[in-house]
């Protein structure tokens, strides 16, 4: 178990969206290679509301709750009933099974927020938790954090299309010896696999196997590219018992500004995780719940018109770094891609200072989503294509610089 100081070291954020001191280049100027790359300053650490603005009218609808005074800023510990109800019914709808909003739905400070409270309400000192290698950050943060035990399953993503996958075998046999509780992205953050309807159904099976409650992160379950399709875990025949799924109107729709998150799934974890909410944030911002209503509730269009913009971005990003003969998956939704490195003549680490430093593009190294990944890079290519494409050129530059 870990100690209080190292629980605490473990949570170290440099690489996180938004922290100045992943700018701090350190000794750089001492191993840093001719001269610095034109090119304006892109950070693919997050996406760009800028290129990307929020939905429409949601100002417009924030200030409606702004408007509403005492009752909308002191809500429910788990959110604005009414707020609730038009959540529950578009998110059945979505997700093709009834939710019912008294008792399994919570809205919560972000999906970040929501991933804490799932955590907090189902491990405990001792419980093997499974968690996908590469799979979003926080997952292995948080379990540690609550003195879990981390046992990880591989992710296949850079193989053919039906190979693709979590380590199916891996997982059962994380199971049999223990596992109780499941953690995972599909879409994946940060490859962007979408896990394969036969996947997601055998999941759904050896969780009710063996008893194990599963933690759905389907963040970018909306922004699929052209061709591509979802299974949602919790309409499968075989639904998990113990399931809490999470989303929100976050880089999808560039609202991550708001925080503003939701979790929904078995009404007794429900129920523990606006227990703990109440003592850790008592509520998701009264006022911003508002904005919910904008969510699923766009002009007709504007989603679909989003993610062929994206797609455009991907496909552009993507021919770049093959060309240069770098491996990396077809993103199948969401908006990050994750490219493999050749041998570098630097570490990891290091050569993302220097990106950042030398070329003015922020990247996040594949160490935040595996320990062990020390030669690809994650790209939040929500940005202005123009811009995207030009830093991804500089990227490939600066790999042929620092390349062994």
């Known amino acids: 178990m870990l100690t209080l100081n190292d629980k605490f070291k473990a949570l170290e954020a440099d690489n996180a969206p938004g922290q100045e001191v992943r700018q701090d280049a350190g000794n750089i100027d001492a191993i840093m ?35 509403k005074g005492g009752k909308q800023a002191y809500t429910e510990y788990r959110g604005d009933l009414d707020i609730r109800k038009g959540l529950a019914k578009r998110l059945g709808e979505f997700t093709g099974k009834p939710i019912l909003p008294d008792t399994e739905l919570i809205l919560t400070p972000g999906t970040q927020g929501a991933l804490f409270l799932a955590l907090g309400a189902t ?20 379990v540690n954090f609550f003195n879990g035990e981390l046992v990880p399953i591989p992710l296949h993503y850079l193989q053919d299309s039906n190979n693709n996958g979590p380590d199916i075998e891996a997982l059962e046999k994380a199971f049999k010896n223990g596992v109780e509780v499941f953690v995972f992205s599909t879409p994946n953050n940060p490859t962007g696999l979408v896990y394969s309807k036969k996947a ?12 194990v409650t599963l933690i759905v992160d389907q963040l970018y379950s909306r922004m699929l590219f052209e061709g591509e399709t979802y299974t949602h875990t919790r309409a499968c025949d075989n639904a998990p018992e113990h399931m809490i799924t999470i989303m929100g109107p976050s880089k999808t729709e560039s609202l991550s500004g708001f925080r503003l998150g939701v979790a929904f799934g078995t009404p007794v974890l429900i129920d523990r995780m606006e227990r703990l909410q109440a003592i850790v944030s008592l509520r998701a911002a009264g006022y ?13 269009g504007w ?20 060309t240069a003969g770098f491996k990396v998956a077809t993103p199948q939704a969401g908006s990050y891609l994750f ?39 994650r790209l939040n290519f929500s940005q202005d294509h123009d811009n995207a494409i030009a830093a991804a050129k500089r990227i490939v530059k600066m790999i042929e610089i620092y390349k062994k």
């Open 288 to 300: 911003n719940q508002y904005v919910f209503n904008t969510w699923f509730n766009e002009p007709e």
């Open 303 to 322: 989603m679909e018109s989003r993610i062929k913009a994206h797609q455009k971005i991907r496909d552009g990003l993507l021919e770049i770094f093959r």
């Open 200 to 211: 997601i159904h055998k999941i759904a099976a050896l969780s009710n196997k063996y008893g």
């Open 33 to 67: 290679k001719g001269e610095t790359l034109e090119g304006g300053f892109v950070d693919f650490s997050h996406g760009d509301i800028d290129a990307f603005t929020p939905v429409p009218e949601s100002e417009t609808i924030w200030m409606q709750g702004f408007k």
């Open 123 to 142: 491990v405990s000192i001792g419980t093997k938790v499974a968690v996908v290698e590469p799979d979003y950050f926080a997952n292995r943060k948080l």
């Open 339 to 377: 490219p493999k490195l050749p041998a570098l003549s630097v570490d990891l680490n290091t050569f993302v200072k220097l990106l950042r430093h030398q070329a003015n593009v922020i990247v996040t190294p594949a160490s935040e989503f595996a320990p062990q990944l020390n030669n690809s890079i």
